[in-house]
Each structure stands twice: as structure tokens, then as C-alpha cells.
């Protein structure tokens, strides 16, 4: 990987972390297909991504530690786990098609996450349908290791629920710091040392993306989160007719 390469990757990093902070959500969901823009493989830029993304939810789990709730977190985790060798299973078999083709598929992901956060309103209530439950962390497990956005389904789930915004914000950030240990083994099983590299870059970066994700969080306080939320919803659509949309235009 040339030192241009690298540059890049970390200011794609350094402002999707940003973003993150900001409004809370969208870091992979924006990571992923500019890395595999960049020229990383699909299975390259998720690996890159797990390892910042743990030390990330670390922290914010460590300062919202009094909020979390270990046993909700424990059994979103538990249906998060099944779905997720299942997912890191469907990403072998995608990284065998054409690259524009994964283009496309990530492209349909993040035009179906903007469509989620848009669209799907939920109103909370006093007791969540078990079914329902399983249903949402299994999803969120499976595209956690499909295409590293395992978010939206749990984001959907949380917002069914009355709870505070510090509950809410601990809750995610517990969850998505004990998936991502399993998350790394598997991928690091069915791919082998091919990713090593890619592990070790994003443990480099990591520092990197911690300061940013503090200072896009300190400084979603002077923005207009609504009026932002909505600019970063429509440059995910953007991004994702591009993605799906490229092959074709390219040919």
C-alpha cells in the first residue's frame, strides 16, 4: 500500500469519525464505501474499520458506564452473536463477485439504512415483542458482518423503547464494543493473513480516530444537528446512487 494510499485511509478515518461525533451514527456507514473507493477490497475496508471502531465504543462505553444496562446489552449481544459468523460468511461469497458489483452492494446497504433513518418511525412503548427483538439483533448481526452496518436495525429497536438519551447512547456503545472482538476472529478465520495488515493499520489509526470522534462530538454543540443530520442523509444518498449506479456509467 503506497504512502498516498495510507494518507488517504486516514483522512477518511479522520472525517467520518468526525461526522460520527457530530450526529452520532454514519461512520461506516460513510467509511466503507469511500475506502472501497480508494481501492481496498470489501472485506479489506471493513477490517480496516473493526479495530478503530472497538477502541471508539470502548471509550464511550467506559464514559457512559453508569448508564449501561448489562442486561439489556447482554441479550441484544447474544442474537448479535448468531448472525454474526453468518454475516462474515455472505462477505466470503461477496468478495468473489466484481468489484463494481460489491460497489452496487454496498451502495442498496446505505441506500436502505438512509431509507430506515427516514421512513420507519416507532413509537415506544412499555414492553418490546420478543420476536421482534430477536428479529432486530439477528438482522443487525448479519449485516454487521456482511457489510460492517450493523446499526440501523438495533437503531430502529432502541427508538421502541423509553429510555433517556444517556441510556440509549450507553446502550449502543456497549453493544457495538462487545461485538466487535468476535467480529475481528471471524474475520480473521475465514480470511486468514491476507488481513493482518489491514488489522494493523487500523490499531495505527486509532488514536486518530478517538480525537476526532471527541471533537466532532464537542463540536456538534455549536451545529444544528437536525439541519446537519439531514445534509449527511442526502450525501448518503448521493453516495449510494453513485455506488449502485457506476458500473453502468463506467461502461
Not at 110 to 136: C, D, G, H, R
Not at 148 to 161: E, L
Request: aromatic share 14%; proline share 4%; glycine share 8%.
Amino acid at each position: 500500500m503506497s504512502i498516498s494510499i495510507i494518507i488517504l485511509v486516514g483522512v477518511i478515518l479522520f472525517s467520518c469519525s468526525v461526522i460520527q461525533g457530530i450526529v452520532g451514527f454514519a461512520f461506516n456507514i460513510f467509511a466503507i464505501p469511500l475506502l472501497i473507493w480508494s481501492g481496498l477490497g470489501l472485506d479489506e475496508a471493513i477490517s480496516l474499520t473493526t479495530i478503530p471502531i472497538f477502541f471508539q465504543s470502548l471509550t464511550s462505553t467506559y464514559k457512559l458506564r453508569s448508564h449501561v444496562r448489562w442486561r439489556d446489552v447482554g441479550i441484544g449481544t447474544i442474537y448479535r452473536y448468531i448472525g454474526i459468523p453468518i454475516g462474515i460468511y455472505l462477505l466470503t461469497l461477496i468478495t468473489q463477485f466484481d468489484k463494481s458489483n460489491i460497489k452496487q452492494i454496498v451502495g442498496i446497504a446505505i441506500l436502505l439504512v438512509v431509507i430506515s433513518q427516514i421512513y420507519i418511525k416507532v413509537e415506544p412503548k412499555e414492553k418490546t415483542n420478543p420476536l421482534w427483538t430477536f428479529i432486530a439483533f439477528f438482522t443487525s448481526g448479519l449485516t454487521l458482518g456482511m457489510v460492517s452496518m450493523g446499526g440501523p436495525p438495533v437503531i430502529v429497536w432502541v427508538m421502541a423503547q423509553r429510555w433517556s438519551a444517556m441510556r440509549t447512547r450507553a446502550f449502543l456503545s456497549a453493544l457495538f464494543f462487545l461485538a466487535s472482538p468476535l467480529q475481528i476472529a471471524f474475520l480473521y478465520y475465514n480470511f486468514g493473513d491476507t488481513l493482518l495488515r489491514f488489522f494493523v493499520l487500523g490499531l495505527a489509526f486509532s488514536p486518530l480516530v478517538i480525537i476526532a470522534t471527541i471533537w466532532g462530538v464537542k463540536l456538534g454543540s455549536f451545529l444544528d444537528r437536525e439541519k446537519l443530520k439531514k445534509i449527511i442523509l442526502f450525501l448518503l444518498t448521493l453516495t449510494s446512487i453513485v455506488s449502485i449506479v457506476s458500473p453502468y456509467i463506467s461502461t
